[in-house]
């Protein structure tokens, strides 16, 4: 068996690490139901806006999330619908670990 290049390794791990925590699970699994704006994203996470913003950069960063200028605020949509299959391998690794 062939294993991909260490630097794909790597760039598996930074995608991980984006995904790894809470706020961005959240919004993550609110972007799977539809589009929604910033203010809806902030009132879900009960964060201040910049914090949530930098959240959402950093999903914007890894592709995995993508945004629009609507009217003047701005639309969030999610990219990479697969992140969402993470949600139901982590609850499996949950319930083998009680």
């Not at 910033?38 to 960063?61: C, I, P, Y």
Request: with cysteine; charged share 25%; net charge positive.
């Amino acid at each position: 068996m062939t294993f991909p290049p260490r630097e794909a390794y790597k760039a598996q791990a930074r995608v991980l690490k984006a995904l790894a925590h809470e706020s961005r699970l959240l919004i993550i699994d609110r972007l799977a139901q539809g589009d929604c704006t910033a203010g809806e994203l902030t009132e879900l996470v009960g964060s201040d806006q910049s914090t949530v913003s930098k959240h959402l950069a950093v999903l914007r960063a890894h592709g995995i999330v993508d945004d629009r200028r609507e009217g003047n605020g701005v639309r969030y949509r999610l990219v990479t619908r697969c992140v969402t299959s993470f949600f139901s391998c982590a609850v499996n690794v949950i319930r083998e670990r009680s």
